[in-house]
């Protein structure tokens, strides 16, 4: 299988740093690795510096460690999952029980990856972010894919994914690519990514190998006008 390696050569900040080569597969199959820049999970683990964490008001900081974790109430239950091999993948459960926000409505519960300030926008416009997963229960209700920039949730952008999940087909192993720029957005910076997540308030069930960067078909412009 060959493989394409696009070197990005990019200034940053205004220190006149660059941003070293991203490099990438030519298929989605061989696109994760455990290089930070382009990988987020690989074989169901974090790859670090990246983590794990899930939450919602009730605790909205609960780290995934060998793994495992689990929300108050027990609404999202992460374990060890299995692709090729036991641990090679994570297994998610959202169970859709009614979390109350301070406000008195209900909010999400997230499964989010992050712990590293990313700079890919030399690529927002080639490249998606790809999930290799399993889908065991399609949503119930709305699934928001989100990135977070500057550590600050007033700095994201989000995408309603529900229907691209519910096209997937149950207890099969596929690939789902969000183009980044569908996902950021008019002055979403790219060069300061900081947290990817996944929520939703319904029930879900599936199980992710791998998280990473690879690039758009060629043709394929995402969402750029």
């Excluded at 983590?51 to 780290?63: E, T, V, W």
């Excluded at 641990?87 to 590293?116: C, M, P, V, Y």
């Excluded at 927002?124 to 920039?149: G, H, Q, W």
């Excluded at 879900?204 to 995402?222: F, H, R, S």
Aim: with cysteine; aromatic share 6%.
């Amino acid at each position: 299988m060959s493989y394409i390696k696009q070197h990005i050569l990019t200034k940053t900040t205004a220190k006149g740093l660059l941003l070293s080569s991203l490099l990438i597969a030519c298929s989605h199959t061989n696109a994760f690795s455990n290089d930070s820049v382009s990988s987020y999970i690989h074989n169901g683990k974090a790859v670090k510096p990246w983590k794990m964490s899930i939450g919602n008001p009730l605790n909205n900081n609960i780290k995934v460690k060998n793994q495992a974790a689990e929300t108050a109430k027990g609404n999202l239950i992460v374990k060890p999952g299995k692709k090729n091999k036991n641990g090679d993948a994570l297994h998610l459960k959202w169970r859709g029980r009614k979390i109350q926000n301070e406000w008195g409505g209900t909010s999400a519960t997230t499964f989010k990856i992050n712990g590293k300030k990313l700079d890919i926008d030399a690529v927002k416009n080639a490249a998606a972010l790809v999930f290799e997963v399993k889908m065991l229960r399609s949503p119930s209700d709305a699934v928001e894919l989100t990135a977070i920039c500057k550590w600050n949730h007033k700095c994201k952008g989000s995408m309603s994914i529900k229907p691209l999940l519910k096209r997937l087909k149950k207890k099969k192993w596929s690939y789902l690519p969000i183009p980044l720029n569908c996902l950021g957005k008019d002055d979403f910076d790219f060069t300061q990514i900081t947290e990817f997540s996944l929520s939703t308030k319904g029930k879900l069930e599936m199980e992710i190998a791998n998280v990473g960067l690879a690039p758009l078909a060629q043709g394929d412009k995402g969402c750029a006008k």
